[in-house]
C-alpha cells in the first residue's frame, strides 16, 4: 500500500520501503541508501507527474508519517513537516485566519511543491509558496543535518527554492504567513466550449488589467457531475473560468461582474466562499489512483493563434475525466527577481498544463497522444515550462526549464551538497 502513488499509471515495486517519523529516522535511512548502494526514492506527498517518489528495486524513503504543523500567530510564521499535505496546511492556518501561498488540490504535497516554487490560488497577491520560505531543514546525501535561509547557508536556500529534491531531503519547512479569509470570493463560470474562442478572446483583455487580488484558471473539460454543476450541463463540454479573489469581495463582485455579464454563461458558481472550500474544488478532478498524463509549456500571451489552436484541441477531448488548466500568471510572483530564487519563469504570461486522464489504462493512449499532439502544436508559443509540471521528458528539458545560467548556477550546487547524483530519481540536475 505505501508503495502507491498519486498517478495510478505507475505500478513500481521498491525493494524497501522506511517510512520516517522524524530526522533521526530520515539521517538513518540515507546511511543505510549509502551502505546499501540501492537507488534513492524520496515521497513526501506522492504526487509527481512523472512517478519520481518510487522506484523498482530501489529504498524508498516515506515522509508521509512526518505530520506536524505548527502555526505561531504572533510571529505569523508556520512550521510544517515534510509530509504534511497542502489541505492539512490550510486547516491549520485558517484556524488562525491565515494561509501560506501553496496549490490548487488539497492531497498535494506541501513538500515537493514548494521545493519546485509553488503556484496557486493566491500566488498574484501573496507569490510563490517559495517567496514565503523563511528556512528549511535538510538532510544531506552524506546523511548530514543541515539548515538553509537567507542567513544560513544562503546558496542552499537559493537552490532549494525552486532546484527540487536535488540537495538533500526537506524534513521541515519555516514558512511566513499571510492574512487571508476566511471567504474569498470564488469559483468557475460556465459556457458551452464551442463559444471558447470568443470567451477567451475577452477574458485575455479582462485579465489584462487585472489586479493581484484575482487569480484565474481556464478548464476545458466535459462537465463533471458535481453538486456545483447543474445537472443539464453534466457530460457537455464547457469552458470554465475559475475565479479566485483574495480581497475585499465588494470589490471583487464589481470586477468580476463584465466576465459574468459576458455573453451567457450557462451557469454561475463564483461565489463567496469559505478558503477552505476553494482550496478542495478540484480535488474531484483530480482522484488519486486513476491514471494521468501531462506535458506543460509556458506561454507570453493568448494570442488568437493560441486560442484558435486551444479551442480546437479541447473541442476533440474524449475522456469525461480529462480537465487541464490554463494559469494566468503574473502579479506578486513577476514582481520578485528572476535571479533570487532558483524558479524559474516569473515573467511568463500563462501555463498551459494539459494533462488527460482515464480510470484505468483503458483508453489512456489515446487521451496521451492527444496531449502530445495539442503540445507540439503549441511549440511555436513555448516559452519555458515549470520543473513541478515536468513529465519524464530528458536532461535537455529539465536544463530547458531553469535557462542555461540558472541551471550552471544549480549544477555547481548539486556538485558541492551531491557530487554523486545520490538524489537521482528526480528533475534530475547532474553534477557533471
Ligand atoms: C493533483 C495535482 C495537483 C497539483 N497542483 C499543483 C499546484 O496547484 N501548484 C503547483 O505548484 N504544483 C502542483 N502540482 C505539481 C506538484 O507541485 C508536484 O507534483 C510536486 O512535486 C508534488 O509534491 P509531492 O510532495 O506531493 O510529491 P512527491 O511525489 O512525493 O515528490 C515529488 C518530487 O519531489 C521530491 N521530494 C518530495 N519530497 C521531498 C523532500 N521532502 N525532500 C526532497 N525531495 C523531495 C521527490 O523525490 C520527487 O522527485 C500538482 C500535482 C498534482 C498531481
Known amino acids: 500500500m505505501h508503495r502507491k502513488i498519486w498517478n495510478g499509471s505507475f505500478d513500481k515495486r521498491p525493494a524497501v520501503i522506511v ?21 534513492v526514492a524520496v515521497r513526501s506527498g506522492g504526487h509527481s507527474f512523472p512517478g519520481l517518489s518510487v522506484a523498482d528495486d530501489a529504498l524508498m524513503i516515506d515522509l508521509s508519517p512526518m505530520k506536524g504543523v505548527r502555526v505561531d500567530p504572533e510571529r505569523r510564521t508556520a512550521r510544517v513537516q515534510a509530509g504534511v499535505l ?73 537552490g532549494v527554492r525552486g532546484g527540487g529534491g536535488n540537495f538533500g531531503i526537506a524534513t521541515e519547512f519555516e514558512f511566513r504567513c499571510v492574512p487571508l479569509g ?10 458551452p466550449m464551442e463559444q471558447s474562442g470568443e470567451v477567451l478572446r475577452f ?16 478548464v476545458h473539460r466535459k462537465a463533471p457531475p458535481l453538486p456545483f454543476v447543474p445537472v443539464e450541463l453534466h457530460g457537455k463540454s464547457v469552458v470554465m473560468v475559475v475565479c479566485c479573489w483574495a480581497g475585499d469581495l465588494d470589490e471583487g463582485e464589481k470586477f468580476i461582474r463584465p466576465l459574468k455579464e459576458f455573453g451567457s454563461p450557462v451557469a454561475d458558481a463564483c461565489l463567496p466562499k469559505p478558503y477552505l472550500t ?24 493568448l494570442s488568437d493563434e493560441i486560442i484558435d489552436i486551444t479551442v480546437e484541441r479541447s473541442l476533440q477531448i ?42 484505468t489504462g483503458e483508453g489512456f493512449d489515446e487521451e496521451r497522444e492527444w496531449v502530445r499532439s495539442f503540445w507540439s502544436a503549441l511549440a511555436p508559443w513555448h516559452e519555458g515550462v515549470y520543473m513541478n509540471f515536468l513529465g519524464d521528458e530528458g536532461a535537455d528539458r529539465v536544463r530547458e526549464s531553469y535557462g542555461p545560467k540558472k541551471y550552471d548556477r544549480l549544477q555547481a550546487l548539486k556538485k558541492r551538497y551531491d557530487p554523486d547524483n545520490f538524489f537521482r530519481i528526480n528533475q534530475n540536475i547532474s553534477p557533471s
Open 278 to 301: 476553494h482550496q478542495a474544488m478540484f480535488d474531484p478532478s483530480f482522484v488519486p489512483g486513476r491514471w494521468y498524463y501531462f506535458k506543460s509549456c509556458d506561454v507570453a500571451e
Open 86 to 158: 497542502l489541505g492539512e496546511l490550510d486547516k491549520e492556518t485558517q484556524a488562525f485566519g491565515v494561509a501560506v501561498p501553496s496549490g490548487i488540490v488539497t492531497h498535494t504535497g506541501v513538500a515537493g511543491l514548494t521545493l519546485g516554487g509553488g503556484i496557486g490560488w493566491i500566488m498574484r497577491k501573496h507569490g510563490l509558496s517559495v517567496d514565503q520560505l523563511v528556512s528549511v531543514d535538510l538532510v544531506t546525501a552524506e546523511g548530514e543535518f543541515v539548515k538553509a535561509s537567507v542567513d544560513e547557508n544562503a546558496e542552499l536556500f537559493w
Open 182 to 191: 476566511p471567504q474569498v470570493l470564488a469559483g468557475p463560470v460556465f459556457w
Open 318 to 359: 474524449s475522456s469525461p475525466l480529462t480537465s487541464f488548466p490554463i494559469w494566468q500568471l503574473g502579479g506578486a510572483v513577476g514582481r520578485v527577481g528572476e535571479d533570487e530564487t532558483a524558479f524559474n519563469g516569473r515573467k511568463a504570461g500563462f501555463t498551459y498544463n494539459i494533462g488527460a486522464c482515464t480510470e
Open 203 to 218: 477574458y485575455r483583455d479582462w485579465v489584462a488589467e487585472a489586479p493581484d487580488e484575482l487569480m484565474t484558471i481556464v
Open 19 to 39: 517510512r520516517c517519523a522524524g530526522v533521526s529516522d530520515v539521517i538513518a535511512a540515507v546511511k543505510f541508501g549509502r551502505a546499501s548502494g540501492l537507488p
